[in-house]
């Protein structure tokens, strides 16, 4: 039951998380590493990832390759949480920024956790 509800809550965070890169782009367009090309398309492919993703765990035949692409987005976004906190990037204190790194190894688990068979 927890696993449950803890799968629907997953993919209520990761539908709402990619609606906001087509509701307010210019905050993913901030925290965007220079060295990454095409910002604007980025930041909607990743919507859409995160978007799918999120609906995919939802569904017992695809959940597992759902979690794992997940999973590869939360790493492949992870250059983008330092750069937004080495530069002090989106107006927030610095030591927020700083501690939400190691969160990313929280949702990792957490969408591991969900989607494993």
């Known amino acids: 039951m927890l696993k449950l509800l803890l ?5 209520i965070f990761f539908v709402a998380a990619g609606t ?3 509701l307010r782009p210019k905050i993913y367009l901030q925290i965007m590493p220079p060295y990454i090309p095409w910002h604007l398309p980025m930041i909607y492919l990743t919507g859409l990832w995160e978007i799918f993703g999120g609906l995919a765990v939802l569904v017992p035949a695809l959940r597992y390759p759902a979690g794992i692409s997940l999973i590869v987005l939360l790493v492949a976004i992870f250059p983008a949480n330092i750069h937004m906190a080495v530069n002090n990037i989106g107006g927030f204190p610095p030591l927020l920024l700083w501690a939400r790194l190691p969160l990313q190894g929280v949702l990792v688990w957490w969408v591991w956790y969900c989607t494993k068979p």
């Not at 799968?7 to 993919?11: I, N």
Request: no cysteine; proline share 0%.
């Open 7 to 11: 799968t629907w809550l997953l993919a």
């Open 20 to 22: 906001m890169h087509f």
